[in-house]
């Protein structure tokens, strides 16, 4: 395949504004934790190689263990993972999937005993950020830096 467009050099604003998101999402009250999570389990969703690579990377510096990474995929079926962690996982996945059936009342209800409004928001904003990622680096086949 040829090469692809840079969207970093031809719409040096629009990426901007992407980072920009970044940013806000790693200075908010997620921990960080949540944040890898979220990262990694669209990622392995939307098939972002480099984004489950370079996540997992930074999950693991964090102190997140292999172990339930190796098993994020499978969250449902162990007891690795809080509830809370569990209800940030299902925003994920319903939003990562929204065409399937988007994010149902059932998962936000459980979001709500956990969470503020405002960390809602952080989680569906970190949520719609990483998919963006992966779609921009799916389709330009460039790493993101």
């Known amino acids: 395949m040829g090469s692809r467009i840079d969207i970093s050099q031809l719409e040096p604003e629009a990426f901007e504004a992407m980072l920009c998101l970044e ?44 172990q339930r990474i190796f098993l994020l995929n499978a969250w449902k079926e162990t007891e690795l993972f809080t509830e809370e962690e569990k209800v940030i996982l299902a925003i994920t996945e319903e939003v990562t999937l929204i ?24 989680i569906l904003m970190a949520v719609v950020t990483i998919n963006a990622w992966n779609r921009i680096v799916i389709s330009t086949k460039k790493a993101v830096t």
């Open 23 to 66: 940013n806000y999402l790693k200075n908010s009250k997620l921990s960080k934790s949540h944040f890898y999570l979220i990262k990694i389990r669209a990622s392995q969703i939307n098939g972002c190689a480099f984004c489950i690579n370079m996540h997992t990377m930074e999950a693991l510096k964090i102190g997140e263990t292999a």
């Open 99 to 122: 065409s399937q059936k988007g994010l149902s009342d059932e998962t936000y209800k459980k979001a709500e005993v956990f969470f503020d409004e405002n960390q809602i928001a952080q």
